[in-house]
């Protein structure tokens, strides 16, 4: 199928917009967008020339992720008939354009490497998460923002107590902070839980997702949310190889010949903190009686460092989400041999 390849480098006010010429074998720009639904209309526009021009049948769109100011354009490609957008990790575009000597960093030159990525690697398609996970997620954003604006008041107030000759006024507008945060934090925890309330199959996928050893209830939401990205970006046909290397589980031999071998690491693609979180998921869920301790212990006793192990674990509790996730059957423990 003939496509047309567009680039777009996002910034918060503007789309610097660029697409793959097959004929010449060259990256065109074609002009700099306001970042506004009246500019998308306008670049619909110019890429819909271009694809009469070239009789392409589809348009893809590849952008990178530039802290949410690429969403609404983002979605705006999702809804238009024969386009298909991508939001490749920015470390990709970026390492492919330094391998084939790509040195110049400017907005405009941005889109047209990107536009030649875009040919080039075929990025995987983006789709959005549905409305109701999307909202779930800013409301954990909020919460984390809360939470950790919480713990450097805390912490300010604590350092506060050392001052040789501190005045009152600190203390009083440190511990009204603290109080005041507590009160949003409560009342956000509440919001969320209406908005389980009233997602009922929400609510059903946090209740399936729960029955995994290690998971908890501080963890639970983030991980059902993750679930939900890997099935829509996978039609839900996704496999537990592919969410493992989305969260930068997966491992990454270093061999070279004979003479250069290093440890084994995993590739730490993806987002941090929730590998962050599967670890500490993996750290509480060895320590009860289930599967997963008796898969930790099994590889602790084949002499693999506990830290390992523990990524190891970690990797098992995304594998068994996604099996209970796809299949919105809770984990069964009677399926495994704790003495395997």
């Given at each position: 199928?003939k496509k047309?390849c567009?680039?777009v480098?996002?910034?918060e006010?503007?789309?610097?917009?660029?697409y793959?010429?097959?004929?010449k074998?060259?990256?065109?720009?074609?002009?700099?967008?306001?970042?506004t639904?009246?500019?998308?209309?306008t670049?619909?526009?110019?890429?819909?020339e271009?694809?009469?021009?070239?009789?392409?049948?589809?348009?893809?769109?590849?952008m990178?992720?530039?802290g949410?100011y690429?969403?609404?354009?983002?979605?705006f490609?999702?809804?238009?008939?024969?386009?298909?957008?991508?939001?490749?990790n920015?470390v990709h575009p970026?390492?492919?354009?330094?391998?084939?000597g790509?040195?110049?960093?400017?907005d405009?030159?941005?889109?047209?490497?990107l536009?030649h990525?875009?040919?080039v690697s075929?990025?995987?398609?983006?789709k959005?998460l549905?409305?109701?996970v999307?909202q779930?997620?800013?409301?954990?954003d909020?919460l984390d923002?809360?939470?950790?604006?919480l713990s450097r008041?805390?912490?300010?107030?604590?350092?506060a107590?050392?001052?040789?000759?501190?005045?009152?006024a600190?203390?009083?507008?440190?511990?009204e902070s603290?109080?005041?945060?507590?009160?949003?934090?409560e009342?956000?925890?509440?919001i969320i839980?209406d908005?389980?309330?009233?997602?009922?199959?929400?609510?059903e996928q946090?209740?399936?997702l729960l029955?995994?050893?290690?998971?908890?209830?501080?963890?639970?939401?983030?991980?059902?949310?993750t679930?939900?990205?890997w099935?829509a970006?996978?039609?839900?046909?996704?496999?537990?190889?592919?969410i493992?290397?989305?969260?930068?589980?997966?491992?990454?031999?270093?061999?070279?010949?004979?003479?250069?071998?290093?440890?084994?690491r995993?590739?730490?693609?993806?987002?941090?903190s929730q590998r962050?979180?599967l670890?500490?998921c993996a750290?509480?869920?060895?320590?009860?009686?289930?599967p997963?301790?008796?898969?930790?212990e099994?590889l602790?006793?084949?002499?693999?460092?506990k830290k390992?192990?523990?990524v190891?674990a970690?990797?098992k509790?995304?594998?068994?989400?996604?099996?209970?996730?796809?299949s919105?059957?809770?984990?069964?423990?009677?399926r495994?041999?704790?003495?395997?």
């Open positions: 199928m047309l567009v680039g480098d996002v910034s006010k503007t789309l610097d917009v660029a793959w010429d097959d004929q074998q060259e990256a065109v720009f074609l002009g700099k967008y306001a970042n639904h009246t500019g998308f209309r670049i619909k526009e110019k890429i819909e271009r694809r009469k021009a070239t009789n392409a049948e589809l348009v893809h769109v590849t990178e992720p530039s949410g690429e969403q609404p354009f983002a979605h490609v999702d809804q238009q008939d024969g386009w298909d957008g991508s939001l490749p920015p970026k390492r492919w354009s330094e391998a084939i790509k040195r110049a960093k400017t405009s030159q941005d889109a047209r490497t536009a990525y875009c040919f075929n990025p995987p398609v983006w959005p549905p409305a109701e999307e779930l997620e800013h409301l954990l909020r923002n809360l939470n950790d604006m008041e805390k912490n300010r107030l604590g350092s107590q050392y001052h040789v000759k501190p005045h009152e600190v203390y009083d507008d440190l511990r603290i109080t005041s945060l507590e009160d949003r934090i009342k956000i925890q509440e839980n908005h389980l309330d009233k997602h009922p199959h929400l609510k946090r209740k399936i029955s995994v050893p290690g998971v908890g209830v501080k963890s639970v939401l983030y991980i059902l949310i679930m939900n990205r099935g970006f996978t039609h839900g046909e996704g496999d537990a190889n592919g493992v290397a989305l969260l930068g589980l997966d491992p990454k031999t270093h061999e070279s010949g004979t003479s250069i071998r290093k440890p084994g995993i590739s730490r693609q993806g987002d941090r962050s979180r670890y500490m750290l509480g869920g060895v320590r009860g009686n289930n997963l301790r008796a898969f930790y099994r602790v006793g084949r002499g693999k460092p390992l192990a523990l190891a970690a990797r509790i995304v594998v068994w989400c996604w099996a209970v996730f796809r919105n059957i809770p984990f069964d423990a009677a495994f041999d704790h003495n395997q």
